[in-house]
């Protein structure tokens, strides 16, 4: 899970309950609780895989596009976390004369390959609805 994951779910979430109404970035961060220009970020990767619909001018804003409540987490998770950039995640290297040193990156790579693998798995039996009702359990004891 990353930052960009969770502000996805979020603000889908929070959306789609508030499906007849637009909201433009700031007022979006604000109920987040995230900077506008994190915000930002996820909004434009969501509009661009149709998850919601942006109208720009006065009474413009950010709305959810049709009906995404079963929409499987996993959808999202590859969305945001398969190209999300590690940095330096594996030590070792190639020119050095140990073996391990030498072959550590590649087969820690593998299972860093696998444990994405099993969390993708996880989140495919998760929707968005699943989020929704939890909260709403916990608060109100209603579903939708």
Do not use: W
Not at 32 to 53: F, G, S
Not at 66 to 81: A, K, W, Y
Not at 97 to 121: G, P, T, W
Request: charged share 25%.
């Amino acid at each position: 899970m990353n930052l960009d994951f969770n502000i996805a779910v979020h603000v889908l979430t929070f959306l789609s309950r508030h499906a007849s109404e637009r909201f433009n970035s700031n007022e979006l961060a604000e109920k987040v609780c995230v900077n506008p220009v994190q915000l930002r970020n996820v909004m434009a990767k969501l509009v661009n895989h149709d998850y919601v619909i942006t109208q720009k001018g006065k009474y413009g804003g950010y709305c959810i596009n049709g009906d995404i409540l079963d929409t499987p987490l996993s959808e999202l998770f590859q969305l945001f976390v398969t190209k999300q950039s590690f940095g330096r995640v594996y030590t070792g290297s190639l020119e050095s004369d140990c073996k391990i040193s030498n072959e550590i990156r590649h087969v820690m790579s593998r299972y860093h390959q696998k444990e994405f693998n099993v969390l993708e798995a996880f989140y495919r039996s998760i929707t968005i609805r699943d989020i929704f009702n939890e909260i709403l359990m916990e608060d109100y004891h209603e579903k939708i």
